[in-house]
């Protein structure tokens, strides 16, 4: 966590303010009481609902034996018990620890044992998958099910088993709120601990730079559980404003539109692919009417300035690039923001406390307008990730900045341009995927002898990801569909498996004997730009 002397500094600044989720949202419930917060379907949830159904459900999870500190897995889709059980947990002082719907047993196995979770809240069936089936790998948790229980615990029968009136004091802001998962680049996932005083900050600044307010109607388009529709101003920063957040149960536009002309929506969060989507699809005839748009956020990975200029003739809004991380610092363009910048540029920062260094391969600052790589520390940026000490010590400057891997050039203003990449990751559509834990399960296949994951470049998505393998000697190397069907058997989730696999003899290596990234990516362009018939 932030030493001494910067915590003083963030509070005095008046950053960190000392009020807790818990403490929001009851502040809320009583300014919005009647006001609808959260349209879920045919279901329409005030703020003073929320707050009961919250308080409602922490004493069941009490009940239940959730304790303050005691970490609890939350999978759930873009639906209203997402909220119920976040608030119920930030009020008993446990952490959620959010995972994404398209995570599988790999991953709900990993952060269940890493973080020794009491419990794993889920849901039944969501697009074609049984969560239910990853109660396998929860070992000790108590597995609630929001839905069908199919013998698990039903997180309906939790709202009336406790005694509101006997539930522990909630937490301090300064204490953990919740633990965020990392895009990430290792072998396992990180995960990212957020205090309720860092988390807040980072909210209610955004809803300010947003222009939030209780007129506002937030589309939840993404998974509600990332970092950018939770808090960029995302969700959080809706019930910071007293705006409505209405929850839509897929991006597509069959699905999202409707609900845009419906409910009036003025603002939602979109990663570029989707983007394309939209833009595609509001150009057709029929399209529902989508007038009440004021603002489109598109973030999560790099946005195409064709693409972005765009949005204003096709959707009738202001595009606002967003370019942030769940370790903390974000960028906003900023809504008066002249073209030119709102369609090149990846924003610059919430605080002017966000400290921003670009740096050489030596750590030495380099001139503005020359890439580097982006170093950031302030006050919401984590200062490490969640036990992971050993990692840490190269995650992290010996003077707390977080190494982003991210390549940036920064202009006059402190605007940031996001020009490419230093760490082994994909980022497929925003999806981040990380080289090195996809390549530890590859590696467990009989025919594989080393296996090393790229990005190939790709129109639509920005890029997708191949596995280069190398094969035991004698052994018939896996096809396409083997290597897939071998990664999903293993429970690794959809959007981590290869588009496409390279067998070949052996890797390409730096000066000191490492895989080359680097000359494996390059192959991959040769191979695109051969004449067809030269590809196998
Ligand atoms: C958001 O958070 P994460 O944690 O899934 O991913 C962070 C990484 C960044 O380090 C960068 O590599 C990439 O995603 N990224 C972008 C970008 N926004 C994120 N790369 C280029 N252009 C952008 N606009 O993705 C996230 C968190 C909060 C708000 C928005 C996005």
Not at 134 to 144: D, E, K, N, Q, S
Not at 250 to 264: C, K
Request: glycine content about 8%; aromatic content about 8%; hydrophobic content about 40%.
């Amino acid at each position: 966590m932030w030493p001494q002397e910067f915590a003083a500094r963030y509070r005095e600044r008046g950053y960190w303010t000392g009020q807790t989720f818990d403490d929001l949202l009851a502040e809320r419930a009583r300014t919005f009481a009647d006001r609808v917060a959260v349209v879920d379907g045919d279901r329409r949830i005030t703020y003073r609902q929320w707050r009961e159904r919250a308080l409602r459900l922490a004493a069941g999870l009490y009940d239940l034996g959730v304790r303050p500190g005691d970490r609890v897995v939350v999978q759930l889709p873009n639906v209203a018990e997402f909220f119920d059980v976040v608030f119920a947990l930030f009020r008993l002082g446990a952490l959620p620890v959010f995972a994404l719907p398209a995570h599988r047993a790999a991953e709900i196995g990993y952060f269940c044992a890493h973080t020794e979770a009491v419990a794993f809240v889920t849901t039944d069936v969501h697009g074609g998958f049984d969560h239910r089936s990853l109660a396998a790998v929860t070992g000790r948790a108590t597995v609630i099910v929001a839905g069908e229980p199919g013998g698990h615990t039903a997180l309906a029968d939790l709202y009336d088993r406790g005694d509101v009136d006997r539930l522990p004091a909630g937490p301090r802001a300064g204490e953990l709120a919740f633990l965020q998962l990392s895009g990430g680049s290792t072998g396992l996932p990180k995960l990212i601990p957020r205090t309720h005083d860092d988390y807040l900050y980072s909210v209610r600044a955004s809803a300010e730079i947003c222009a939030l307010n209780a007129g506002s109607v937030y589309l939840v388009t993404l998974p509600v559980a990332h970092n950018f529709p939770m808090s960029s101003p995302g969700v959080l920063g809706a019930l910071h404003a007293g705006a409505r957040i209405v929850l839509s149960p897929s991006p597509d536009p069959a699905v999202a539109f409707p609900l845009v002309a419906r409910e009036g929506v003025t603002i939602t969060a979109l990663v570029p692919p989707l983007a394309l989507v939209w833009l595609e699809a509001a150009q057709r005839a029929e399209t529902p009417d989508l007038s009440s748009l004021q603002v489109v956020q598109v973030g999560g990975a790099k946005l195409a300035p064709a693409v972005a200029q765009r949005v204003r003739p096709v959707l009738g809004c202001r595009l606002q690039q967003v370019f942030g991380m769940a370790e903390g610092l974000v960028n906003y363009t900023r809504l008066d923001d002249a073209d030119d910048r709102v369609w090149h540029t990846q924003g610059r920062p919430i605080c002017p406390d966000d400290e921003i260094r670009v740096v050489d391969d030596d750590d030495v600052e380099v001139p503005d307008q020359t890439v580097g790589h982006l170093l950031t520390r302030g006050p919401y940026t984590i200062r490490g990730y969640w036990r992971a000490a050993e990692h840490n010590r190269v995650a992290f400057t010996a003077d707390g900045f977080y190494r982003t891997g991210d390549l940036v050039r920064r202009l006059d203003g402190g605007y940031l341009v996001v020009e490419g990449r230093a760490k082994d990751q994909i980022n497929r559509g925003g999806e981040k995927i990380a080289a090195e834990e996809v390549e530890n399960h590859l590696l467990t296949h009989p025919a594989v002898h080393d296996a090393a994951v790229v990005a190939v470049p790709d129109p639509y998505l920005g890029e997708r990801s191949c596995a280069f393998l190398v094969c035991r000697a004698g052994q018939q190397p896996p096809t396409l569909g083997q290597v897939r069907s071998h990664l999903r058997d293993r429970g690794l989730a959809g959007y981590k498996v290869p588009d496409l696999v390279r067998v070949v003899d052996a890797f390409p290596v730096t000066g000191v004997g490492k895989t080359s990234r680097r000359d494996l990516r390059a192959a991959l362009r040769d191979l695109a730009a051969a004449p067809a018939a030269d590809r196998r």
